[in-house]
C-alpha cells in the first residue's frame, strides 16, 4: 500500500484557478478530474502548494510525484520541485535534464525520488510542491506525491507480543 499526499493548502496564490480561488481545490480530487485545474502563462511565475502531512514511512523507495497537465501548444516546459519547508529536496527541471514536456491533451507525468534524495526527507509532514512554466500556458488539474506506507509496529504490536517499553 501507499501513503497519498494530496495538496492540502496554498502556500501562495501565483497561478490561476478556472473555478473558485482555491488553487489546491482545484489539483487535489480522487481520482482526478480534468475539470477543474491550475493555470499559468508562459512566465517564471512559480505556484507553490502545501501537501497534506505523510507519516515517515517504512523505506524510502518508491517516492512517485504524479500529476497532470495540458499545454496550449507542445513548446515549452513545466519544471517541478519538491521542498521540505524551505529546504529543497528534489528539482525536476530543464537544468539537469529532466523536465515535463507538452502535450495538447491531458497527459499524465510522474517523477520519482532515488533513495538519497527520500532520505533527505525528514518530516513529511512539511512537504511542498512548487511548479514553473517557461514558453507555455500550462495548466495541472491533479497532483499526488506518493510514498510506501509507514512502518508497522509501534507500541500497539509491542504490547501484544510483551515487548519491553
Given at each position: 500500500?501507499?501513503?497519498?499526499?494530496?495538496?492540502?493548502?496554498?502556500?501562495?496564490?501565483?497561478?490561476?484557478?478556472?473555478?473558485g480561488?482555491?488553487?489546491?481545490?482545484?489539483?487535489?480530487?480522487d481520482?482526478y478530474?480534468?475539470?477543474?485545474?491550475?493555470?499559468?502563462?508562459?512566465?517564471?511565475?512559480?505556484?507553490?502548494?502545501?501537501?497534506s502531512?505523510?507519516?515517515?514511512?517504512?523505506?524510502?523507495?518508491?517516492?512517485?510525484?504524479?500529476?497532470?497537465?495540458?499545454?496550449?501548444?507542445?513548446?515549452?516546459?513545466?519544471?517541478?520541485?519538491?521542498?521540505?519547508?524551505?529546504?529543497?529536496?528534489?528539482?525536476?527541471?530543464?537544468?539537469?535534464?529532466?523536465?515535463?514536456?507538452f502535450?495538447?491533451?491531458?497527459?499524465e507525468?510522474?517523477?520519482t525520488?532515488?533513495?538519497?534524495?527520500?532520505?533527505?526527507?525528514?518530516?513529511?509532514?512539511?512537504?511542498?510542491?512548487?511548479?514553473?512554466?517557461?514558453?507555455?500556458?500550462?495548466?495541472?488539474?491533479?497532483?499526488?506525491?506518493?510514498?510506501?506506507?509507514?512502518?508497522?509496529?509501534?507500541?500497539?504490536?509491542?504490547?501484544?507480543?510483551?515487548?519491553?517499553?
Amino acid at each position: 500500500m501507499t501513503q497519498s499526499l494530496r495538496p492540502n493548502s496554498d502556500v501562495d496564490s501565483i497561478w490561476s484557478c478556472s473555478t473558485g480561488s482555491s488553487r489546491y481545490a482545484c489539483i487535489d480530487e480522487d481520482p482526478y478530474s480534468d475539470t477543474d485545474y491550475i493555470y499559468q502563462a508562459a512566465t517564471s511565475n512559480i505556484q507553490t502548494i502545501g501537501l497534506s502531512p505523510g507519516e515517515t514511512p517504512a523505506n524510502r523507495l518508491n517516492h512517485t510525484l504524479r500529476f497532470r497537465v495540458r499545454g496550449v501548444s507542445r513548446s515549452g516546459s513545466l519544471n517541478a520541485y519538491l521542498y521540505q519547508g524551505s529546504t529543497l529536496i528534489k528539482a525536476w527541471t530543464n537544468g539537469n535534464l529532466y523536465y515535463f514536456s507538452f502535450s495538447t491533451s491531458w497527459a499524465e507525468k510522474t517523477a520519482t525520488l532515488t533513495e538519497s534524495e527520500a532520505q533527505a526527507i525528514t518530516d513529511y509532514s512539511q512537504l511542498r510542491l512548487k511548479f514553473g512554466v517557461s514558453n507555455q500556458t500550462a495548466r495541472i488539474s491533479w497532483v499526488a506525491f506518493e510514498i510506501p506506507d509507514a512502518a508497522a509496529g509501534g507500541p500497539e504490536i509491542c504490547l501484544e507480543m510483551g515487548c519491553a517499553a
